[in-house]
């Protein structure tokens, strides 16, 4: 690499530094200046022009974490909540927390139609909270079902409450048939409270909300809700009392319907889209599967006719399971995009048959988690819950769980910035791989010294026809330098597996989610140090700073390996470019962490590249091939068959 090269490199990088403190500075300016109007008007009272100021805050607000703490207090203020979407075509309307009525209108259509429980067809909502450090339930008594859950510790992408789900967003409930043929929905009838209390704080004892809904005195389906200290997961229990004569007596199954709108909660909806957001499934004493939607295709469903043992509706970095003590017998399942929303990234639906016998007292044991998609947590759970984490198959799986992880988290437990844990851990791998990709080095210079001795060939022989020649004339040599030019090869395919390792690690990694280094301030998704007006096909409407910087130290490295023979086509030079430009193209959207990574690889390899070229005596290499041109060379048995293949078509090889 010349000298001009080098300095072109580093004026791009100061540059694009003395941009993205020009630009962050700002911003901040813009900032300050919105937030300032929004608290001037906050204080007249002027509440619509400071949701506006609000909103223009959040659109410039500099990459620093200040500005999030500040945001969530003015969102305190203004009481801010997000704008309601359209009806889906499922016909539920999603819509917030907040926003939704304390009371409900009695249900349309004729009462009737629930037989015994057409009492609870008619009812006022209302919302008892169960929670403890970890999670916020809001439990509505309209279907028994909880109504929102907010994860405490979390935020989203702008600095609001993550909420997994609110309001009329999700459906929950069990669907049957009584004795006299009367379709009964649970989510759409009302519940009763057993004691009077709305609130429940869990601190050192597990508690439960109680709820029935009544068809009479004695006679009621309860739905008990149990949460301990420290948990994600709320043991979720419900008893069919004295139902034995409503409901048919060959009755074997009822069907528990779940359905739930996904919100955005990241940066990238494209990356939230297409990295974790699925619905997962567990066969019954068997493994996980999924239904992979695939973002150009709008709608997917399955059928599973054998037993699960749970379903989870998964987004990138957050999910809610049903899971059950026993077995669901089969379940129906789809995954739809919401093509309109800008709120929601798709919506989810699952009915699951659920075994049922009748009796005085039939008990179902199910648990629902709603929490993070953080590995450790999941596996505590058992049932192999930590597969909801899609980290590649077989050997890519089997490396991020068993030792990219492993190594993570014990880097954590004495580094709180992961920007320099990614760096150690980048070291580290390099460290470890270097035994086998020194030859590959070593190949490489062995190569380059040679280089100028394969050009001689080149114009000794410059005919097409000659081409068999020349080939056996340059492998003859690089025999005789004791060189073999495809040494490197093998150590260079086993990193493959590590690289695409760390391609699945970072997209889905909960702990790099709003993490700052440097620029970026959030390592899970992607960087931008500069938002263009318009929209590049695969590029996006940003500029990332470390898939720049990852593109620089690729071209870099691929100019080094530049200097072996056969690189000096023209077909190759080009490769040497536009290889870099179309991964710049392909990851400007993907995580900062990923990009940081892979800038890192590129300039690690870069210099064992250049420390393992100063252990290459060139004169060496040459005394050796001198000293080997007058020992007569013993043919392989490959030099033997392909130069027997050549004779054949009435090549006559070279001779030594």
């Given at each position: 690499?010349?000298?001009?090269?080098?300095?072109?490199?580093?004026?791009?990088?100061?540059?694009?530094?003395?941009?993205?403190?020009?630009?962050?500075?700002?911003?901040?300016?813009?900032?300050?200046?919105?937030?300032?109007?929004?608290?001037?008007?906050?204080?007249?009272?002027?509440?619509?022009?400071?949701?506006?100021?609000?909103?223009?805050?959040?659109?410039?607000?500099?990459?620093?974490?200040?500005?999030?703490?500040?945001?969530?207090?003015?969102?305190?203020?203004?009481?801010?909540?997000?704008?309601?979407?359209?009806?889906?075509?499922?016909?539920?309307?999603?819509?917030?927390?907040?926003?939704?009525?304390?009371?409900?209108?009695?249900?349309?259509?004729?009462?009737?139609?629930?037989?015994?429980?057409?009492?609870?067809?008619?009812?006022?909502?209302?919302?008892?909270?169960?929670?403890?450090?970890?999670?916020?339930?809001?439990?509505?008594?309209?279907?028994?079902?909880?109504?929102?859950?907010?994860?405490?510790?979390?935020?989203?992408?702008?600095s609001l409450p993550l909420i997994l789900f609110s309001g009329d967003s999700t459906i929950f409930g069990f669907n049957f048939f009584t004795a006299d043929n009367k379709a009964v929905q649970t989510n759409n009838l009302y519940f009763k409270p057993?004691?009077?209390?709305?609130?429940?704080?869990?601190?050192?004892?597990?508690?439960?909300?109680?709820?029935?809904?009544?068809?009479?005195?004695?006679?009621?389906?309860?739905?008990?809700?149990?949460?301990?200290?420290?948990?994600?997961?709320?043991?979720?229990?419900?008893?069919?009392?004295?139902?034995?004569?409503?409901?048919?007596?060959?009755?074997?199954?009822?069907?528990?319907?779940?359905?739930?709108?996904?919100?955005?909660?990241?940066?990238?909806?494209?990356?939230?889209?297409?990295?974790?957001?699925?619905?997962?499934?567990?066969?019954?004493?068997?493994?996980?599967?999924?239904?992979?939607?695939?973002?150009?295709?709008?709608?997917?469903?399955?059928?599973?006719?054998?037993?699960?043992?749970?379903?989870?509706?998964?987004?990138?970095?957050?999910?809610?399971?049903?899971?059950?003590?026993?077995?669901?017998l089969n379940g129906s399942l789809s995954s739809t995009r919401t093509l309109t929303s800008e709120k929601y990234i798709r919506y989810f639906?699952?009915?699951?048959?659920?075994?049922?016998?009748?009796?005085?007292?039939?008990?179902?044991?199910?648990?629902?988690?709603?929490?993070?998609?953080?590995?450790?947590?999941?596996?505590?759970?058992?049932?192999?819950?930590?597969?909801?984490?899609?980290?590649?198959?077989?050997?890519?799986?089997?490396?991020?769980?068993?030792?990219?992880?492993?190594?993570?988290?014990?880097?954590?437990?004495?580094?709180?910035?992961?920007?320099?844990?990614?760096?150690?851990?980048?070291?580290?791998?390099?460290?470890?791989?270097?035994?086998?990709?020194?030859?590959?080095?070593?190949?490489?210079?062995?190569?380059?010294?040679?280089?100028?001795?394969?050009?001689?060939?080149?114009?000794?022989?410059?005919?097409?026809?000659?081409?068999?020649?020349?080939?056996?004339?340059?492998?003859?040599?690089?025999?005789?330098?004791?060189?073999?030019?495809?040494?490197?090869?093998?150590?260079?395919?086993?990193?493959?597996?590590?690289?695409?390792?760390?391609?699945?690690?970072?997209?889905?990694?909960?702990?790099?989610?709003?993490?700052?280094?440097?620029?970026?301030?959030?390592?899970?998704?992607?960087?931008?140090?500069?938002?263009?007006?318009?929209?590049?096909?695969?590029?996006?409407?940003?500029?990332?700073?470390?898939?720049?910087?990852?593109?620089?130290?690729?071209?870099?490295?691929?100019?080094?390996?530049?200097?072996?023979?056969?690189?000096?086509?023209?077909?190759?030079?080009?490769?040497?470019?536009?290889?870099?430009?179309?991964?710049?193209?392909?990851?400007?959207?993907?995580?900062?962490?990923?990009?940081?990574?892979?800038?890192?690889?590129?300039?690690?390899?870069?210099?064992?590249?250049?420390?393992?070229?100063?252990?290459?005596?060139?004169?060496?290499?040459?005394?050796?091939?001198?000293?080997?041109?007058?020992?007569?060379?013993?043919?392989?048995?490959?030099?033997?068959?392909?130069?027997?293949?050549?004779?054949?078509?009435?090549?006559?090889?070279?001779?030594?």
């Open positions: 690499m010349d000298k001009n090269t080098v300095t072109g490199i580093i004026l791009i990088f100061v540059i694009f530094i003395g941009f993205s403190v020009y630009n962050n500075s700002r911003l901040t300016k813009a900032y300050k200046q919105a937030m300032t109007e929004a608290e001037a008007n906050i204080a007249k009272g002027d509440s619509a022009q400071a949701r506006e100021d609000y909103i223009k805050a959040i659109n410039v607000k500099p990459n620093q974490p200040e500005p999030r703490i500040k945001l969530d207090e003015l969102n305190r203020k203004l009481g801010f909540t997000p704008p309601e979407v359209e009806k889906d075509s499922a016909g539920i309307k999603p819509e917030s927390e907040e926003t939704a009525p304390a009371t409900s209108a009695p249900i349309t259509g004729n009462a009737d139609q629930y037989g015994q429980f057409a009492d609870a067809a008619i009812g006022e909502n209302d919302f008892i909270t169960l929670e403890n450090n970890k999670i916020e339930l809001k439990i509505s008594l309209k279907g028994g079902r909880v109504y929102s859950a907010r994860l405490k510790d979390y935020r989203t992408y702008d057993v004691t009077e209390e709305k609130s429940f704080n869990v601190t050192t004892q597990p508690q439960s909300v109680t709820l029935r809904l009544m068809a009479d005195n004695d006679r009621y389906i309860e739905y008990k809700y149990t949460l301990a200290p420290e948990k994600y997961i709320v043991d979720f229990n419900v008893t069919f009392k004295n139902l034995e004569s409503i409901l048919p007596p060959n009755q074997n199954s009822i069907s528990l319907d779940w359905k739930m709108y996904i919100p955005q909660q990241e940066k990238g909806r494209t990356n939230e889209e297409n990295y974790g957001t699925d619905v997962k499934y567990k066969y019954y004493q068997d493994e996980v599967a999924g239904l992979k939607p695939r973002q150009q295709k709008e709608v997917e469903k399955t059928d599973i006719p054998t037993k699960l043992s749970w379903v989870a509706f998964v987004d990138q970095f957050f999910s809610s399971v049903v899971i059950t003590e026993d077995f669901f639906t699952s009915e699951l048959g659920v075994p049922f016998t009748p009796g005085t007292e039939t008990k179902l044991g199910l648990k629902l988690y709603f929490g993070p998609n953080h590995i450790s947590t999941l596996r505590k759970e058992g049932l192999q819950l930590e597969k909801i984490v899609n980290l590649g198959k077989n050997v890519i799986g089997w490396i991020s769980r068993f030792v990219i992880i492993p190594i993570f988290n014990w880097l954590e437990k004495y580094i709180s910035s992961y920007g320099l844990i990614i760096l150690i851990l980048t070291i580290l791998i390099k460290v470890v791989l270097f035994p086998l990709t020194f030859k590959s080095y070593q190949s490489q210079a062995k190569m380059a010294v040679l280089k100028p001795l394969v050009e001689e060939l080149g114009k000794k022989y410059p005919k097409k026809e000659d081409a068999m020649k020349k080939q056996q004339a340059t492998m003859d040599l690089y025999k005789r330098a004791g060189v073999n030019p495809m040494g490197g090869c093998l150590p260079m395919l086993l990193q493959f597996p590590i690289l695409f390792a760390m391609f699945r690690f970072f997209p889905v990694s909960i702990e790099l989610r709003q993490e700052h280094f440097l620029w970026a301030t959030d390592l899970s998704t992607y960087d931008s140090i500069l938002t263009l007006p318009f929209k590049i096909p695969w590029y996006g409407d940003h500029v990332s700073l470390f898939t720049l910087l990852m593109t620089a130290s690729s071209v870099l490295t691929m100019k080094m390996t530049g200097s072996s023979p056969g690189q000096n086509q023209p077909g190759m030079k080009m490769m040497t470019y536009m290889m870099p430009v179309m991964f710049m193209f392909m990851l400007n959207n993907f995580s900062a962490g990923l990009t940081y990574y892979y800038f890192l690889a590129n300039m690690l390899t870069w210099i064992q590249n250049l420390i393992s070229k100063r252990f290459i005596n060139a004169d060496k290499v040459l005394a050796t091939l001198e000293e080997n041109k007058k020992k007569p060379v013993k043919k392989s048995k490959w030099q033997q068959r392909m130069e027997a293949a050549a004779r054949q078509r009435g090549i006559n090889p070279p001779k030594r």
